[in-house]
């Protein structure tokens, strides 16, 4: 069964509305999750690393006011999109590891369309 | 910054032949890891490498890993149509944040029957 789960799967709202992107890992806990942006047939682009207990750290030219992460537990992460545009639109990943250097498990991913 | 390069970018190949796919670091990993996305789901794990010169089996897929741990390859001989996907390397750097991949951009696979 699934490691890491992640929800909705699937969301459309308009724009200028903000929308929250839940992963929880189910067997283990995880003071580090990682959140990706994914374009159509494109590689996975890290927007930032949530870190338990702490602020976000963010990549290059995310804005962190525009996606915010919250890790409030060992076992959840949230992104919230806010104030969302067309052009946000895109597929979110997370994931998260074991430990250290081991296998990432992936959530299943969120189809985010703003109309 | 860490990069990893990969290529090619596509593939298309009739089913039963064979395809590779190379990754390449810009700086010593300590492990490299592969991961396999179906369209319209998402990555996967496949396995990880972590030994200079390692090589991997699973049933038709070959993984290596270079003397250098900097570059990596996965073979996949006689190909079916269910090894339809996305290949994505991902590697770790010394030192990085738990957890922290760096991934290519993939090598997208199409079989036709």
């Known amino acids: 069964g699934a490691v890491v789960s992640q929800h909705p799967s699937r969301v459309i709202c308009k724009s200028g509305t903000s929308v929250k992107i839940e992963c929880r890992s189910l067997d283990f806990q995880a003071t580090t999750m990682f959140w990706y942006r994914q374009f159509p047939k494109q590689s996975l682009m890290l927007m930032a690393t949530s870190n338990e207990g702490s602020k976000a750290t963010y990549e290059q030219g995310v804005e962190k006011d525009k996606f915010l992460i919250n890790h409030a537990s060992l076992t959840l992460s949230t992104l919230t999109v806010t104030s969302a545009h067309p052009e946000d639109s895109s597929f979110y990943i997370c994931?998260?590891?074991?430990?250290?250097?081991?296998?990432?498990?992936f959530g299943q991913g969120t189809r985010l369309t703003v109309v | 910054g860490q990069q990893v390069m990969q290529i090619p970018q596509y593939q298309h190949v009739q089913e039963g032949e064979d395809f590779t796919t190379y990754c390449n670091s810009s700086?010593?990993?300590?492990?490299i890891q592969w991961y396999k996305q179906r369209p319209g789901g998402h990555p996967v794990f496949l396995i990880q490498l972590v030994k200079s010169g390692e090589v991997k089996k699973q049933k038709r897929l070959t993984f290596q890993f270079g003397e250098a741990k900097k570059n990596s390859s996965l073979h996949i001989t006689a190909t079916q149509t269910t090894d339809v996907g996305t290949y994505f390397c991902a590697g770790t750097g010394r030192g990085s944040t738990l957890g922290r991949l760096y991934f290519g951009r993939g090598t997208q696979l199409t079989v036709w029957p």
């Open positions: 994931s998260a590891s074991r430990g250290r250097d081991t296998e990432a498990f």
């Open positions: 700086t010593t990993l300590s492990n």
